[in-house]
């Protein structure tokens, strides 16, 4: 009874943090691409457009909800469902910090343990692509039709590398529960260099991530590879048809998708939810980043450069301080710790993924596929190889 | 609890490969067969065959049936319009149909007379390292058999694609 009134909690906890960093991983995305092209982005709801999410929420529920004459009922109305659901199973089994105690119950920061944890994920990854496959076909509408045709080759083609990049790290680290990924990459090399895959010998696995993440972009259809939805050609692609909540769904998979891509390469190849530095120096890195923050809103506050900010830069100086002391504070310190090493590796993921959406122009669909079975498969054959024959060598 | 799982996913793989001969449209039947084998996969993990569960799901479901379905929709195939059979086909299909079941059933029932009933958490044999140390130990050489056959497979579909470019 015990375990599932913790799993219950747990389940609804995620699932609320989820769903509001899916909201604001889009705000943030808007504003990263606003000021790398020199706008400001959403600035009119809210402070800074920061209630810009919630404004959108409002507007897609509230949205009629246009049903096309011409589509195949079920499968338009099972594709979205298919889509949104696998993309949020995947976070079930993400670790997010390790044993913790609450109010004398002890218990793990993540939902979830299978000793086939990675495989998991990469079963729903795949499960993922019928959601557009099927939107596009029964949209009965040729644009969304050949966005469907391009999402399921593109998938199927970029799921040999993904896995075979994820497979290298996997000899190193002996196992497939992601929980013990993250424990077998504890400690340090040298005193300061962490013992992460992607720096741990005998064959550091700094190549199998960025193969990884190339593959996971095309996997989530993201720009460079975003040609299942390529405005400029397709109108929208295989969402074309799609409104209200229907089309948030799907907005809300590809966001959940990129989350869950990010949050397995922290847990493969950066450590999970485990400290950059060792000893005290990892420790005192987050409550000094958050003490930073609060010092530089009260600057401000003191010097306003308008007239609102002497009373509401000292509100979220009071915040900054708040969230600081919380890593101080020796209780506390031990569920936040691990949420903010999981939520800085994480982040700066995203941040890269949202970086090269700002950079990178689309690809043509030849050198897509050219890419992907000229270029990447046989790297991340050959990075395969080299791998296993470095860890046979160091036995 | 796990007599009522393997009941309820049973039932849905049944269901499911029923619709899939009984569907007209192809895109139908496809998707009813990633029916049947989602359920297939939660059976293997009611035996304790974590891994080959998840393989299934993985290759199975989720790339080669994928394939199927680019397939059909890149012909653009529409449903089937039902075609009229003959009247020996009628009369005959059924009853033809359940003496090859109770034939089988006779089988397995002849074959195996008292095998003991599978029970929930009994085998935990099924993890990703058992399933490698029996494919590179006991059965290598089928499996290494096999990947020769695919590659021939392999090089035999390029073959036949080249000629058709040319």
Redesign the interface.
């Known amino acids: 009874m015990e375990f599932f009134i913790v799993s219950t909690i747990k389940a609804l906890l995620v699932f609320f943090v989820l769903m509001t960093t899916l909201a604001y991983l889009q705000w943030v995305e808007r504003k990263v691409i606003a000021h790398i092209q020199l706008r400001q982005g959403p600035y009119r709801v809210g402070p800074h457009g920061l209630l810009q999410p919630l404004a959108d929420v409002i507007k897609l529920i509230t949205k009629e909800g246009i049903v096309p004459p011409h589509v195949n009922k079920f ?1 338009y109305f099972l594709a979205p469902i298919i889509a949104v659901s696998m993309s949020l199973i995947a976070i079930s089994v993400i670790p997010f910090g390790g044993e913790i105690e609450v109010f004398g119950i002890t218990t793990h920061m993540q939902l979830t343990d ?3 944890g990675l ?2 994920v ?2 729903l ?3 993922g ?2 959601g557009i ?2 939107a ?2 029964a949209s009965n509408n040729k644009y969304s ?1 050949l966005g ?2 391009r999402s ?2 593109q ?2 083609s970029y ?1 040999l590398p993904l896995s075979l990049a994820i497979a290298s790290p996997l000899l190193l680290l002996n196992t ?1 529960s992601l929980r013990e990924m993250v424990t077998q990459q504890e400690g340090f090399m040298l005193g300061f260099l962490p013992n992460w895959t992607i720096f741990q010998g005998p064959a550091p696995q700094l190549v199998g991530m960025v193969l990884f993440l190339i593959a996971a972009f095309a996997e989530t259809n993201r720009i460079p590879f975003d040609l299942p939805e390529a405005e400029t050609e397709l109108v929208a692609g295989f969402h074309a048809e799609y409104s209200s909540m229907k089309f948030a769904a799907f907005f809300m998979a590809e966001y959940s998708n990129m989350l869950t891509a990010a949050a397995v390469t922290t847990t493969v190849f950066l450590g999970g939810w485990l400290p950059a530095l060792p000893g005290m120096a990892g420790d005192l890195i987050a409550p000094a980043v958050f003490a930073t923050g609060g010092a530089v809103c009260l600057y401000h506050g003191l010097n306003p450069a308008r007239k609102r900010d002497k009373y509401t830069l000292p509100v979220f100086a009071l915040v900054f301080f708040g969230l600081a002391a919380l890593f101080l504070a020796p209780p506390l310190k031990d569920i936040a710790m691990p949420l903010f090493w999981f939520g800085a590796k994480t982040g700066a993921l995203l941040f890269v993924f949202i970086w090269i959406r700002g950079t990178l122009p689309r690809f043509r669909y030849d050198q897509l596929m050219g890419f992907c079975w000229k270029f990447l498969f046989p790297v991340a054959v050959l990075h395969l190889l080299a791998t296993a024959l470095l860890v046979a060598l160091a036995g | 609890m796990d007599l009522i799982l393997f009941l309820a996913f049973a039932a849905i793989a049944v269901i499911c490969a029923l619709s899939v001969v009984l569907q007209t449209h192809p895109i139908a039947s496809a998707l009813s067969l990633v029916g049947v084998m989602g359920a297939l996969s939660v059976l293997y993990l009611l035996l304790g065959a974590e891994f080959i569960a998840m393989v299934q799901v993985i290759v199975y479901a989720g790339a080669v049936m994928v394939l199927f379905v680019f397939v059909i929709m890149l012909l653009n195939a529409d449903a089937e319009s039902p075609r009229s059979t003959s009247a020996m086909a009628k009369a005959l299909g059924l009853p033809i149909f359940l003496a090859f079941a109770a034939v089988l059933a006779l089988a397995v029932l002849r074959l195996f007379p008292d095998t003991p009933l599978v029970r929930f958490g009994e085998f935990t044999g099924g993890g990703p390292a058992d399933v490698g140390m029996a494919l590179f130990t006991r059965y290598l050489l089928p499996f290494e058999v096999i990947s020769v056959l695919i590659l021939i497979a392999i090089v035999g579909a390029v073959v036949l694609a080249r000629k058709e470019i040319d």
Request: zero cysteines; hydrophobic letters at 70%; charged letters at 5%.
């Open positions: 499968f299978l000793n086939i495989l998991l990469l079963a990854a795949s499960m692509t019928y496959a099927l596009g076909w039709l469907g045709l399921s080759a998938m199927v799921e497939l």
